[in-house]
DNA sequence: TTTTGAGTTGTTCGA
DNA sequence: GTCGAACAACTCAAA
């Protein structure tokens, strides 16, 4: 009998829960991937930056697996028939997984959990990709918050009670299966094509954390710990960095606390992913103008500071979170074009793509989420490059065409505001 | 149950 | 140029 690992957001050998589990038993261990052809088919790009960010991950962890005699068995299939295939191939005692809380994830493990079942297999599935998941930390009264502070006071409430503990599951690399090594498919093989992905080491920066509350507002500064799309895979541990957190920056441990937030709000509310998590936001008369969005889209709105933002989104996948905010706020406000296609288009778009974070802070922006910006908070474009990027070193960065102002500030301030206090009166 | 204090990230206006 | 108040009034969390 053999034990399965299966690998998912959390593509590293090092201090990983499910991993750790899975190797301190008997039975040699079946390291498996799956490039799920559900999600796969759903991606127009074929130079998709994550399926080659997910495919250069497996790779390291191949060739580490390969050093200790054994090998990554990839599946190009539904989660369910590559389970099948395996099952059929090998005695499997165990399965073992991490938790993955996304709607269509516990979705996806509550049916194959049932057909694993069926066949006398065991599903183990751990805590790993966050410090507290699920309930972990709620009111008094046993609800959820929708608060940031508060849930924040007692999320670090609980980490103070429960010291974070790490798991050495490298050092048992030695009990996976010892096997020839399993063909490694190319990014060819499953339908993609290398893109032009750059992204930074899973570096912790101890010199830039420590600046960090200084330096991250300031978008032609290098001053954002850029480890997001890291936690967005599992490349990196979280309790590797909470535990530096703690010791380096109270604010950027309270953006690691936001990502928690947002992940129990989407657990706890699954309705976001399709509405407005206050129900009255629905009720906004967007605009939703094909041609203003292509703008947007596009990088020609003609406000320097959104069109860089979106320039560094197309060329990149990444945007500075500053630029972010000003960006989704231009789209939603300025623009009354639905925060749902802003949202699908960082989806698309964004290598550190996280639902749960995507969904949180469009919600915000609009101004329909929970703990959100009040709607009569409008980003000024010009105040924001004043204040953040005085110099214009960022926009001359990425800003090489100038565009007429797509809409005139101070007339998109008014129609805005008429439109949503209309909305919420009613 | 009622009350009280507080709530990521702003902008504009007028003194 | 700087500063404080208004924006609009609501909802949440906790005592």
């Not at 190797?23 to 799920?36: H, M, T, W």
């Not at 559900?38 to 191949?62: A, C, E, G």
């Not at 079942?117 to 046993?142: L, P, R, Y």
């Not at 974070?357 to 490059?385: H, V």
Request: glycine share 2%; aromatic share 14%; hydrophobic share 40%.
């Amino acid at each position: 009998m053999i034990n399965v690992f299966w690998f998912r957001r959390d593509l590293r050998l090092h201090d990983n829960i499910a991993l750790f589990h899975a190797l301190k038993n008997d039975e040699a261990v079946l390291p498996i991937f799956i490039f799920d052809t559900h999600i796969l088919s759903d991606l127009k790009n074929k130079k998709d930056k994550r399926v080659d960010f997910i495919h250069q991950s497996l790779q390291k962890i191949h060739e580490k697996l390969i050093a200790a005699g054994s090998s990554l068995y990839i599946v190009n299939d539904t989660p369910q028939k590559a389970l099948e295939k395996i099952t059929q191939e090998f005695a499997v005692k165990a399965v073992y997984a991490n938790h993955d809380y996304e709607p269509s994830a516990i979705e996806r493990d509550e049916k194959l959990a049932k057909y694993l079942q069926s066949k006398n297999i065991a599903f183990h599935t751990f805590k790993d990709q966050v410090i507290f998941e699920k309930s972990e930390v709620m009111k008094a009264d046993g609800t959820p918050y929708t608060v940031f502070t508060p849930f924040s006071k007692i999320w670090k409430q609980r980490l103070h009670e429960n010291p974070i503990i790490t798991f050495e599951s490298e050092k048992l690399i030695e009990n996976f299966i010892k096997t020839s090594p399993y063909k490694f498919p190319s990014l060819q093989d499953i339908g993609f094509e290398k893109s032009e992905l750059i992204y930074p080491d899973p570096e912790w920066n101890e010199a830039l954390i420590k600046k960090y509350h200084d330096t991250r507002n300031i978008p032609s500064i290098k001053g954002t710990s850029l480890l997001s799309v890291h936690l967005r895979f599992g490349t990196i541990s979280i309790r590797k960095l909470v535990k530096k957190a703690v010791v380096t920056s109270e604010q950027w441990l309270n953006e690691l606390i936001w990502r928690e937030f947002f992940m129990t709000i989407l657990y706890h509310f699954p309705h976001v992913v399709k509405n407005s998590f206050k129900s009255k936001y629905d009720k906004i008369e967007w605009r939703n103008n094909e041609q203003e969005f292509k703008a947007w889209c596009e990088a020609k709105t003609g406000y320097p500071i959104v069109d860089a933002g979106m320039r560094e989104l197309n060329e990149t996948g990444f945007m500075h979170n500053r630029v972010r905010m000003i960006v989704a706020s231009f789209l939603t406000k300025h623009l009354l074009i639905d925060w749902r296609w802003g949202e699908a288009y960082f989806a698309e778009k964004l290598l550190d793509y996280e639902l749960s974070a995507n969904n949180g802070n469009w919600q915000w922006a609009a101004g329909s989420g929970c703990d959100a910006s009040p709607y009569f908070r409008i980003f000024n474009p010009e105040e924001q490059t004043k204040k953040f990027d005085p110099e214009e070193k960022y926009i001359r960065r990425w800003v090489k065409e100038k565009y007429a102002p797509i809409v005139e500030h101070k007339f998109a301030r008014e129609r805005c505001l008429e439109v949503y206090k209309k909305a919420v009166k009613e």
